[in-house]
């Protein structure tokens, strides 16, 4: 049975840190794409960042210098460090993996004073 479990999430205000992450279960974690998203309620899910099997990242223009994505193979784990969250960062974070795709349940996020 495939299982992403993402976890980390919570209540920060501005300009904190939070770590996300996301243990997969049931699938060849080392050979898959890895990837976050993020989802605010009546809007579309949108890419945040990847990290392929080499370990290669993209980000959104949106995140860039602020949040790092990394795996641990070993662990099945995937991360996503997110540093200096602004209230614009308040979705909810989802992680995903290819091929084929799968997605986690989600994790809250919220950036508030």
């Known amino acids: 049975q495939v299982q992403l479990v993402e976890s980390g999430g919570g209540l920060v205000q501005p300009g904190g840190s939070l770590r996300l992450s996301c243990a997969a279960s049931?699938?060849?974690?080392?050979?898959?794409?890895m990837a976050w998203y993020r989802q605010a309620p009546g809007k579309q899910r949108e890419f945040v960042t990847s990290?392929?099997?080499?370990?290669?990242?993209k980000y959104a223009d949106s995140v860039k210098g602020r949040f790092t994505i990394s795996r641990d193979n070993a662990k099945n784990t995937l991360y996503l460090q997110m540093n200096s969250l602004k209230p614009e960062d308040t979705d909810v974070y989802y992680c995903?993996?290819?091929?084929?795709?799968?997605w986690g349940q989600g994790t809250q996020v919220t950036v508030s004073s």
């Open positions: 995903f993996a290819f091929p084929p795709p799968r």
């Open positions: 049931g699938i060849s974690f080392s050979s898959n794409v």
């Open positions: 990290i392929n099997r080499s370990s290669t990242t």
